[in-house]
């Protein structure tokens, strides 16, 4: 299995980016997807997850109404729309799949056992 993200950047306060997930290598859509991110000196921490059939997509109160989580079964791509950034969003953005739990959305990283390279994000003036 392979992720791939991309769509990191620079972007001023108040602005927007949107990361993809590109999976490959395995033949099932049957797996949920988390967006994860760390910041320096930080310990990971999830933003997003959509499992599989897509409901009831997760975000924790930091993130909530700002970013949004989808899926393109057809492209086997996961994105993440992020709006309204802020400079505390800053952080290397990851995305991992679960297969063992497809149905749900774990928060803990260790619940996911493959992961792409990451993709940085600043938000800055």
């Known amino acids: 299995v392979q992720l791939v993200e991309s769509g990191g950047g620079s972007v001023q306060p108040g602005g927007s980016l949107r990361l993809s997930c590109a999976v490959s290598g395995f033949t099932s859509d049957y797996y949920s997807i988390g967006w994860f991110r760390q910041a320096p000196g930080k310990e990971r921490e999830g933003v997003a997850c959509?499992?599989?059939?897509?409901?009831?997509?997760y975000y924790p109160d930091s993130v909530k109404g700002r970013f949004t989580i989808s899926g393109d079964s057809a492209k086997n791509a996961v994105y993440l729309q992020m709006n309204s950034l802020k400079p505390e969003d800053t952080a290397v953005y990851y995305c991992?799949?679960?297969?063992?739990?497809?149905?749900?959305?774990?928060?803990?990283?260790?619940?996911?056992?493959?992961w792409g390279q990451g993709t940085q994000v600043t938000v800055s003036s």
């Open positions: 959509i499992s599989s059939g897509g409901s009831n997509p």
């Open positions: 991992a799949l679960d297969r063992i739990h497809p149905t749900v959305c774990l928060t803990h990283p260790g619940g996911y056992s493959a």
